[in-house]
């Protein structure tokens, strides 16, 4: 009795380059000859050539040479009225913002400062403080109130991005948005840290 053995008739056969980072898989017929395999590289390019895309000359079109095509994405959106192109839509969310704003401004305006409060902000514990400073501030849009807490639960000492806006510590102050500000008698907390 004779047995012979059954391989696939093809060989999986991964390809690669020292001149970039691309790497491909193919499949060859098992009887291919290795002269027939061999692939020789005559293109004379360098090592990372194919990746520096430095020296690609870019394509460059003018905003005004991009509004006369007809079939631009932009073309698209101004004929459907879509995105920033929609008019009642823009006007909506204007008016909305501008609701958010006065809304605030009304909220801020019932919180005086040095007065005491407890912040309350989703996903964590009331934290209490002192309200050190009212209004808008230059980091974001709208009205703020920056808290000192008693504890250090803060993001900063009352400045952010170099610009001060009141006094404390490092890692005591934070800025909240007026709806989560409850101003009222909130004693500080006493931890005993002091007894030993």
């Not at 020292?18 to 000859?33: A, I, V």
């Not at 209004?135 to 639960?153: N, S």
């Amino acid at each position: 009795m004779e047995l012979a053995g059954v391989s696939a008739p093809t060989v999986t056969v991964f390809i690669s380059s020292s001149l970039n980072s691309f790497r491909s898989e193919k499949r060859f017929n098992r009887g291919l000859t290795l002269a027939e395999f061999k692939v020789i590289d005559h293109s004379g390019a360098r090592l990372g050539e194919y990746e520096d895309v430095s020296r690609v000359v870019k394509y460059d079109l003018s905003q005004e040479a991009y509004d006369k095509r007809e079939n631009s994405a932009r073309t698209f959106l101004k004929r459907s009225k879509l995105g920033q192109y929609n008019e009642e839509k823009r006007a909506q969310q204007e008016a909305e913002s501008l609701q958010r704003l006065a809304e605030e401004k009304a909220q801020a305006s019932t919180i005086p400062v040095g007065s005491r409060c407890e912040v309350q902000v989703l996903g964590h514990p009331p934290r209490r403080g002192t309200v050190m400073y009212v209004g808008t501030t230059d980091f974001k849009p709208g009205y703020w109130i920056g808290v000192r807490y008693d504890e250090p639960l803060g993001k900063h000492d009352g400045s952010v991005n170099g610009k001060r806006y009141f006094e404390c510590q490092a890692k005591y102050g934070a800025f909240v948005k007026p709806s989560k500000v409850t101003v009222g008698d909130f004693p500080e907390e006493d931890y005993g840290l002091d007894e030993m």
